[in-house]
């Protein structure tokens, strides 16, 4: 994804500015909710962010140990048999330099604070939106 001759509008906090990257990012959604999972990639594709995404946490495991790099991997807190910060954990230990944000639909200390001790970054809630996403890309863009 080279955003160099494209932009992305965001509804951001400065209403009407447009948004480009100016690097290629990549994002992994790890979710074993349909609808969600597809609502996070959309919503990073929309920004120019090349994305995957993967249902079980064990995929995205096997997809970073074949070689794939990212610079955003958002994990859901509730996988199946491979739950979110154990994924994370998993992740890290393979020496992933990523920045990996847990998410939830419900904020909830315990899980956050589980997911930080897995070796994530941060933790954010359902659902994704611009405001959350924007300062994330530029974060990762600069």
């Not at 230990?93 to 930080?116: N, P, V, Y």
Request: charged share 20%.
């Amino acid at each position: 994804m080279d955003m160099s001759g494209g932009s992305a509008e965001g509804n951001d906090k400065s209403e009407g500015q447009r948004f480009s990257s100016k690097n290629k990012l990549t994002a992994l959604v790890v979710d074993n909710g349909g609808v969600c999972r597809a609502i996070q990639t959309a919503l990073l594709r929309s920004y120019g962010v090349e994305t995957e995404a993967v249902e079980p946490g064990e995929a995205a495991v096997q997809l970073l140990a074949s070689g794939a790099t990212f610079n955003l991997i958002i994990i859901e807190m509730l996988l199946p048999v491979l739950n979110g910060p154990e994924t994370a954990r998993q992740i890290r230990a393979m020496g992933a330099q990523s920045k990996i944000l847990g998410i939830t639909s419900f904020f909830d200390g315990r899980q956050q604070q589980e997911f930080l001790a897995a070796g994530a970054d941060g933790f954010i809630e359902k659902p994704v939106s611009p405001e959350i996403v924007i300062p994330i890309i530029w974060e990762l863009d600069n």
